[in-house]
């Protein structure tokens, strides 16, 4: 029995550490979000590049991927495709890919590549009154970026003079924000007919004050930047909320600003301005129903592209002899993997709950505490689990473990 007990305690204390090195390794500010609903599901993305007979010169392609953080977990992440292909990451906004080198044959022939994971996506509020650390010297920089102009996203001009006039009379950083997200979220409307939307040019955006979520967020930004807030462009997926598989048409985008105390805070103007009584919501809040792939505008991916750089990188993008290669194929698709639930109500892999308390913590039996499950909990890398608090960690009889969720 005692020992047992002790390598029950050191099996446990070897997944603190693990799980406390998960959550050292994915903080950047020491942030607050309040627990919510997730959805966990498969996604896979698949391209086909068209036959190139008359090709000639060096052919690319390019295809974003996923990365996980304290809002999104991607696992068994796999890429099929019958030409060469690395993983690498762009170096302005870290954003991750994988690019595919083609023989000439395989040019010639066209050719196709698939990625498919399976990720759990939590919902992303963030608790507005929070107070964290300032930013590290590495996220400085990062900030400083997020307060200059994109190409199709000016800072002079009239985005500097309509953020100047919907902030009049406030001063706090956080009032500022609230304005200028109101003010794009009931100007403008959702409207993709026609022509000039979808490509996020802030000054379009603000004459014709319509357009897509690309739009939305491009005015938005520029606002947020103009009156000095650091803000940026994420995007990725959505997943439709009554469905629970399917295929995907196409791309959605939302933005994050920044204010010092607080950390990054999520808007989604787009989809406030589709569901007017969400708007608060949407103000410090993204839904679970939906997977983020890349951040940033004007993206440069490698030494490889010759090309100009990319306004945004959602879709693939190829090029031969330095051309962008046209008529590419795209499906995406995603199914459920279980019904979406609240942030919580399961705990480590290979751990059942056998009770729960009232601030929300999961009591686990001790009969549950044994080696393989505990390796097994640990080689997971669970997010959404804190260090275990309970003061009887894998005793014998009727003691219990405590994992206090988010």
Same mark, same amino acid.
Request: charged content about 25%; proline content about 5%.
């Given at each position: 029995?005692?020992?047992h007990?002790e390598?029950?305690?050191l099996?446990v ?5 693990a799980?406390?090195?998960?959550f050292?390794?994915?903080?950047v500010?020491?942030?607050k979000?309040?627990r ?11 391209v086909?590049v068209?036959?190139?007979?008359d #090709?000639?010169?060096e052919?690319r392609?390019?295809?974003p991927l ?7 977990s991607?696992?068994k992440?796999?890429?099929?495709s019958p030409?060469a292909?690395r993983?690498s990451?762009?170096r302005?906004?870290?954003?991750s890919?994988?690019?595919f080198?083609?023989?000439?044959a395989e040019?010639s022939?066209g050719?196709s590549?698939?990625l ?5 996506r939590?919902?992303y509020?963030r ?8 930013a ?13 102009p994109?190409k =199709? ?13 919907q ?5 706090e950083p ?5 304005r ?7 100007t403008m ?5 026609g022509? #000039? ?5 802030? =000054?379009?955006?603000?004459d014709s004050?319509?357009g897509?979520c ?11 930047r103009?009156?000095g807030?650091?803000a ?6 959505p997943?439709?909320?009554s ?6 048409s ?5 933005a994050e600003?920044y ?5 990054w805070?999520p808007?989604?103007?787009?989809e ?5 009584a969400?708007?608060? $919501?949407f103000f ?6 939906r997977?983020?792939?890349? $951040?940033?505008r ?16 959602? $879709? ?9 290669i046209k008529?590419?194929q795209?499906?995406?698709a995603?199914?459920?993997l279980?019904?979406p ?5 399961r705990?480590?892999?290979g751990?059942?709950p ?8 999961v009591?686990i039996?001790?009969s549950?505490c044994r ?5 097994r909990a640990?080689?997971?890398a669970?997010v ?8 009887n ?5 009727n003691?219990t473990i ?5």
């Open positions: 029995m005692r020992n007990r390598t029950s305690v099996a204390v070897a997944l603190i550490i799980v406390a090195a998960i050292g390794a994915n903080e500010f020491a942030e979000t309040t919510g609903r997730q959805r966990s599901f498969v996604f896979t993305y698949e086909r068209p036959a190139n007979p #090709g000639q010169g052919t392609l390019w295809m996923p990365l996980s953080d304290e809002h999104q991607i696992r992440l796999s890429i099929e030409v292909h993983v990451k762009e302005e906004y870290g954003n890919f994988a690019v080198s083609p023989t000439a040019t022939a050719y590549a698939t498919r994971f399976e990720v759990t939590r919902e509020a608790d507005l009154k929070a107070t964290s650390a300032p590290r010297p590495g996220q400085e920089a990062m900030l400083k970026r997020y307060l200059e994109d =199709m996203v000016p800072l002079n001009g009239k985005i500097a003079e309509l953020a100047r006039t902030t009049e009379g406030v001063t956080m009032q500022k924000a609230r200028i997200y109101d003010y794009v979220a009931s409307r959702y409207d993709k007919s022509e #000039g939307w979808g490509r996020g040019d802030a =000054m379009w955006a603000c004050k319509r897509n690309t739009d939305f967020h491009s005015v938005l930004i520029g606002m947020m103009s009156s807030i650091p940026r462009f994420e995007i990725g997926f997943l439709p909320e469905k629970t598989e399917g295929d995907i196409g791309y959605h985008c939302w600003f204010i010092d105390g607080i950390g805070v808007v989604d103007a787009s406030a301005s589709k569901n007017p969400k708007r608060d $919501y410090g809040a993204i839904d679970a129903d997977v983020m792939f890349t $951040y940033g004007d993206i440069r991916l490698s030494a490889e592209q010759k090309g100009e750089p990319l306004n945004y990188f959602i $879709y693939p993008y190829a090029e031969s002899n330095g051309q962008a008529g590419l795209t499906h995406f995603f199914r459920d279980e019904p639930r609240e942030a919580g109500t705990t480590l892999r751990f059942w056998t009770g729960r308390r009232s601030n929300g913590s009591v039996d001790s549950q080696g393989p499950n505990i390796a640990a080689s997971a669970y959404g689990l804190q260090v275990p608090k309970g003061r960690l894998c005793r014998s009889g003691a405590v994992f206090s969720l988010f």
